[in-house]
């Protein structure tokens, strides 16, 4: 592929038929324009950083919170059932209106402002859901607070749809950005995960830490207890640092409005039309090559696997590890705050691959570094397994705290599962940016369609692992066995199926 500065006039060879409702011609004339350097795609990509401090305080803190709000284990993941169905249709209608718009302040970068401010009110309507609650008639003493539960679930709501409109069009501005250029493309790519590494690092060390009630004394009150406020407190320090990102990303970024492109820039950004979203989304799909399938196929499994995870990581470590219950005794929130501390060294793991992706991604290929990351996710995934087996055997749950070495393997685990993480955030969308190319389709709607190999297996698990792991007697290993089996079967698919292409040592970025 190219990586001059030329604009592209390159049309598919193949003999399909073309796409439907192609753009309409235009006599503008093309301008070339100088790449951007790295530290334009470095601050673009700092945007990842601030909604990955949220997405980790959600994931680290908000599974156990929502039970000590009085919502059943078993039906704790149908709460998360939000992020799956806001990304199966806000992504990819998010991705297509900004292939579209024609602000004067360019395509993505409203929507990645309007998503940030939604992010910083759903994370104060989280925070203060207890209060919500207790004013509306919630009292102290009951175990289910059905006012706060709904108070909570419009805000999760909101944020998962926040999350979904700012990192998609955040996504698309860093491919428009390395146009057509294979190896840009995935270093940017690489920079968003580094973002979000760093996101996860501080958001995670955010949630371990038990005494941010103290630095906030008022926010806790006769509706928030000790753990309440502590979430509370670390939502205020998202909601400064999701604007610091956000104004530096924006800022960054000089896009040209839609209507000052040349035709052949345009190509593929806006169709021109007022054809119906779902049309022609679902119209892309019958012009996928293989190469697509595979790619989407794999991230489908990929997904399945990462999703229990994902919903039980700290529940897992408080309940299997440290023997405790939301709401009883001070071993679950011991657990959850461990559990944290993990996740965090997790993402430091995941900060250091996401350095190294390039160089492994060049030497061994993509589809093979995708594959192996993924047999490394579903033997961690029985490594968890093993260790609740151990732990139960071992008699010491309900009678003492777990012994140091079981916490130092939980730890660890937690912590090697970042190395496939930063795969699973990086590669795809690369991917996916790069092979669909040649079929003409902008950017936002093309990541749109990867989040729908994403999110329908997230409504899959989400809505099944409650009543799975019910099935079995309780706990969280009946998911992650699921999600080891789907891993190591998308391990195996990725490592037969996409290609493993080398790349040639490139000349250095600008």
Same mark, same amino acid.
């Given at each position: ?358 160089? $492994?991604?060049?030497?061994?290929? +993509? /589809? !093979?570094?995708? *594959? #192996?990351?993924? =047999? ?103 998911? $992650?066995?699921?999600?080891?089996? +789907? /891993? !190591?079967?998308? *391990? #195996?698919?990725? =490592? ?15």
């Amino acid at each position: 592929m190219s990586t001059s500065d030329q604009p592209r006039h390159h049309r598919p060879t193949s003999n399909r038929p073309p796409l439907p409702r192609p753009p309409n011609p235009s006599s503008r004339p093309a301008v070339a324009r100088p790449k951007v350097s790295k530290r334009v795609l470095l601050r673009v990509a700092s945007v990842a950083c601030g909604i990955q401090f949220g997405w980790a305080l959600q994931l680290s803190l908000l599974t156990p919170y929502v039970q000590e709000l009085g919502i059943p284990h078993a039906w704790a993941s149908v709460i998360w059932l939000c992020g799956p169905l806001s990304g199966l249709f806000v992504q990819p209608l998010v991705g297509h209106s900004s292939d579209r718009c024609k602000s004067k302040y360019g395509r993505r970068r409203p929507f990645i402002v309007a998503g940030a401010v939604a992010i910083a009110i759903s994370v104060l309507v989280i925070g203060h859901a207890a209060d919500i609650g207790w004013a509306f008639g919630d009292r102290e003493g009951r175990r289910i607070k059905p006012r706060a539960i709904v108070a909570f679930v419009l805000g999760f709501w909101i944020l998962d749809v926040a999350n979904n409109m700012t990192q998609g069009p955040c996504r698309a501005l860093l491919a428009d950005l390395t146009e057509n250029d294979n190896r840009r493309t995935r270093v940017a790519n690489g920079y968003f995960s580094l973002f979000m590494a760093v996101g996860n690092i501080l958001g995670y060390a955010t949630g371990s830490y038990n005494g941010w009630y103290k630095v906030f004394p008022f926010t806790k009150t006769v509706a928030c207890n000790v753990e309440c406020a502590n979430l509370k407190s670390a939502f205020y320090i998202d909601v400064v640092f999701i604007a610091i990102t956000t104004v530096l990303s924006v800022s960054a970024a000089h896009e040209v409005p839609l209507g000052a492109l040349s035709a052949s820039d345009a190509h593929g950004q806006s169709s021109g039309t007022d054809e119906a979203f779902l049309t022609e989304i679902l119209g892309t799909f019958k012009y996928f090559p293989g190469s697509v399938w595979m790619i989407l196929l794999v991230t489908a499994l990929t997904w399945i696997g990462w999703f229990p995870f994902i919903l039980f990581d700290t529940d897992w470590m408080g309940r299997e590890i440290y023997g405790g219950e939301p709401n009883q005794g001070a071993s679950y929130s011991a657990g959850v705050s461990m559990g944290a501390l993990g996740l965090m060294l997790n993402s430091v793991f995941l900060g250091i691959t996401s350095v190294l992706m390039e160089k $492994l991604c060049r030497k061994w290929g +993509a /589809g !093979f570094v995708w *594959g #192996i990351s993924n =047999i490394i996710m579903a033997i961690c995934f029985l490594a968890m397994i093993a260790t609740s087996f151990v732990a139960y055997h071992i008699g010491y749950i309900g009678h003492e705290q777990p012994p140091a070495g079981i916490v130092i393997a939980a730890v660890l685990i937690f912590t090697i599962l970042g190395i496939p993480l930063a795969i699973t955030y990086s590669v795809p969308y690369a991917l996916i940016s790069i092979r669909i190319e040649s079929l003409g389709l902008g950017q936002g709607l093309s990541l749109g369609v990867l989040n729908l190999a994403i999110v329908i297996p997230q409504v899959i698990v989400s809505v099944g692992s409650g009543p799975w792991d019910q099935l079995f007697g309780g706990g969280n290993s009946p998911a $992650l066995a699921v999600g080891a089996a +789907a /891993g !190591f079967i998308g *391990g #195996i698919v990725a =490592i037969l199926a996409i290609p493993r292409t080398r790349i040639q040592k490139p000349i250095p970025l600008p």
